[in-house]
């Protein structure tokens, strides 16, 4: 083995190490000159000569120079300042000698507060940059484990009607099959096909909100058309619920119609998926001074007090979701997403006499309308 130093103990400045330095640098070279202008601008042109002024300048150019750069620097730009302070306004000027104590005692006041302020603003800066760093960190692990969530859910929900169909298909092509049965088969390809159109459709929905590309574009409708019209988007899943609406129909709100009804859509889904056949579903759509309020209610087991805070994270399937044969967790979570694009929000809580009641809430001008003409469809 040959003498000399370590290789290992002096490593080479590595390539995040070499921009920082050049970095400091820079910043260094640029907290500099602004000093030495700072000091030619008030003695050569503004015929400064006031101590106070002078060092409330340059403490400000230092407080600026560690609100970007690391404390070094900033303690670098201070003795400079100092330096600048004492040579061109603390008598006797163009000296560094200092006749009265008291200039001294400024001095060192000036670069306590300049460091003590820099090593505040280097702290606070790092803080917030851990902070974020966090903050990143969390939303990486929830954007894993909504990835998680998704494709379990996906696995499960894309399987059963995979082989719903293929069975339909295999028997279509069977010898045995009558007319009748085709129809059956034909029937259930046909249904199978559209679950998959909705789950695909509710993937879309979601991936437009969480990239924010959900644009709100608001127009006068009436609150009964969006009713209407969520109802007839679910209508497979609620055919056999009746559905029972009330509605002014002398008002008239500004807000988008196309999402909010797809918001007012996936909560009668999910009130249908449970609710048992034949329990009514009410629907209540009310203007007030907060906008537009749309309150469904179903009477169906309730919510559980353990899915209260997870109801409408994304990909969420509580204990009663989880023994549906279908369902992604997403419908809630879309809900949410729509009306937020528009300010809005949405609240769920159990009914007194049972059930669950979902309160969708938008931000909306209103203005009355003329009731149609008696006679009028």
């Not at 603390?90 to 006041?109: C, K, R």
């Not at 203007?287 to 409408?312: K, M, P, Q």
Request: proline share 6%; glycine share 6%; with cysteine.
């Amino acid at each position: 083995m040959t003498g000399g130093a370590d290789p290992v103990s002096q490593p080479p400045p590595t390539r995040t190490t070499r921009p920082r330095l050049r970095g400091e640098l820079w910043h260094a070279a640029a907290g500099c000159a602004v000093v030495a202008l700072v000091a030619a601008a008030y003695v050569g042109w503004l015929h400064v000569s006031n101590p106070t002024v002078a060092s409330l300048s340059f403490l400000l150019v230092v407080l600026l120079v560690s609100a970007t750069s690391s404390l070094r620097v900033a303690v670098a730009v201070s003795v400079l300042a100092v330096l600048a302070l004492n040579y061109f306004f603390m008598p006797p000027v163009g000296t560094f000698h200092l006749e009265d104590p008291l200039n001294g005692l400024a001095i060192v006041v000036f670069l306590t507060v300049s460091v003590v302020g820099s090593r505040l603003s280097v702290v606070a800066r790092d803080r917030a940059a851990l902070l974020e760093e966090r903050h990143e960190a969390e939303r990486m692990r929830q954007s894993v484990e909504l990835k998680s969530a998704l494709l379990s859910s996906l696995g499960h929900d894309l399987k059963t009607p995979l082989t719903a169909i293929t069975v339909a298909c295999e028997n279509l092509q069977s010898s045995w099959t009558d007319e009748p049965q085709r129809r059956e088969q034909l029937g259930i390809v046909l249904a199978e096909v559209s679950r998959l159109n909705h789950l695909f459709q509710n993937i879309v929905e979601m991936a437009r909100i969480e990239t924010r590309a959900v644009d709100a574009e608001r127009e006068w409708v009436s609150p009964a058309d969006i009713v209407e019209a969520a109802v007839a988007q679910v209508q497979t899943a609620v055919h056999d619920r009746p559905i029972d609406v009330a509605s002014d129909a002398a008002v008239e709100v500004h807000l988008d119609p196309r999402l909010t009804t797809a918001a007012l859509a996936h909560v009668l889904e999910n009130a249908g998926q449970y609710t048992a056949p034949g329990s009514a579903i009410d629907v209540t759509a009310h203007v007030g001074a907060e906008g537009l309020s749309l309150t469904v209610r179903d009477r169906g087991t309730g919510i559980d007090l353990a899915d209260e805070a997870h109801l409408f994270d994304r990909a969420y399937r509580g204990a009663d979701a989880r023994r549906q044969p279908f369902g992604t967790g997403m419908g809630l979570a879309i809900s949410r997403g729509l009306l937020e694009a528009q300010g809005g929000r949405i609240a769920a809580a159990n009914h007194p006499e049972g059930g669950a009641v979902f309160t969708l809430t938008i931000p909306a001008a209103a203005r009355q309308v003329a009731p149609p003409p008696a006679g009028d469809l």
